[in-house]
């Protein structure tokens, strides 16, 4: 199989959608909001708290309660990755890649030059998402889930943006498995 061609998915877009908005209304309607995010914030907490005590109990943010505690925003983000992973394997559509096949069709098989932008990517993205209290994907599908007159907007106004970053990063398609 040719490496710059996307399989085709394992259920159809409208399938996986109905699944992933019926979970995310059961996690909200059970424990609230979810977020990827805040446990970004949570670690740098605990590690401020165990190298500078008295600045982290003086701190406005970090000083707070729910950002001193493991809670079950950790298991969260494991079973993320654990269920992306799976989901993967089962699949049959994992494999090591240390580039996407949009980089390659775009940028060729640059990894190095890959790794520093993603790298540089993430960091951005967890900055903004704590600049706003909370990341894009909390806000849109906990928002949605809760049916959030202000998610609207956000919706429209965050996958406008998308489109166009899409159209300015990765200007050549990739191929796709007919």
Known sequence: ??????KKPPLPWWAAGLMLGLIQILA???NGPLGVS???????ARII?????????NH???????????????????GLIAGAFAAAVLSWRWRLRLTTIWWQTN????????????FIGGFLILLGARFAHGCTSGNFASGWAQLSLSVVPFTITMFVFGVITAFVVYPKAANFEK
């Open 28 to 30: 909200v309607g059970l």
């Open 49 to 57: 708290t165990q190298m500078a005590p008295e600045y982290a109990q």
């Open 38 to 44: 805040t446990q970004f914030v949570v670690a740098d």
């Open 107 to 118: 940028r060729g098989k640059s990894i190095g030059r890959r790794l520093i932008t993603g």
């Open 1 to 6: 199989m040719n490496d710059l061609v996307i």
């Open 60 to 78: 406005p943010l970090i000083s707070q309660e729910k950002y001193q505690k493991f809670g079950y925003g950790w298991w969260l983000d494991i």
